[in-house]
């Protein structure tokens, strides 16, 4: 059986406040991204109020842990969206889409009560090497 392998870069935000996960998990051919935040490496901070904003920024930081993991956006195969508020759907669904292709993957989209540091939209992902 494959053994497990901690995938960490500095090209994305790390564990938020120091929590104990990792950006993802590579088992064999299959990455696991933990739900990224629209949170910039440069600040720590949110990249501002908006869905847009923040949707396209959580995309960058899955890209790059992927990237870091040996895979890409286009081969992701399922992704999870939290939103705070299921009116932002429309938003982060544009953005959303810029990223993903025309291959998109499998999604989930879930309506939350909160996220951390005031995020509107949290995004993990699966995808293969």
Excluded: C, W
Excluded at 1 to 16: C, H, R, S, Y
Aim: hydrophobic letters at 45%.
């Amino acid at each position: 059986m494959a053994e497990k392998e901690v995938i960490k870069t500095d090209t994305a935000p790390g564990p938020f406040g120091g929590a104990p996960y990792n950006q993802a998990i590579r088992l064999g051919d299959l990455v696991f991204v933990a739900g990224q935040l629209g949170v910039s490496l440069e600040t720590n901070e949110l990249v501002g109020p908006g869905i847009a904003e923040q949707t396209e920024q959580a995309m960058r930081n899955l890209g790059a842990i992927l990237e870091a993991a040996g895979s890409s956006l286009d081969k992701l195969l399922k992704t999870t969206v939290f939103l705070v508020d299921l009116a932002d759907f429309g938003g982060m669904n544009e953005v959303y889409a810029r990223h993903v292709g025309d291959q998109p993957p499998a999604r989930s989209t879930i309506g939350i009560a909160q996220l951390p540091v005031g995020g509107r939209v949290e995004i993990e992902g699966i995808a293969h090497v």
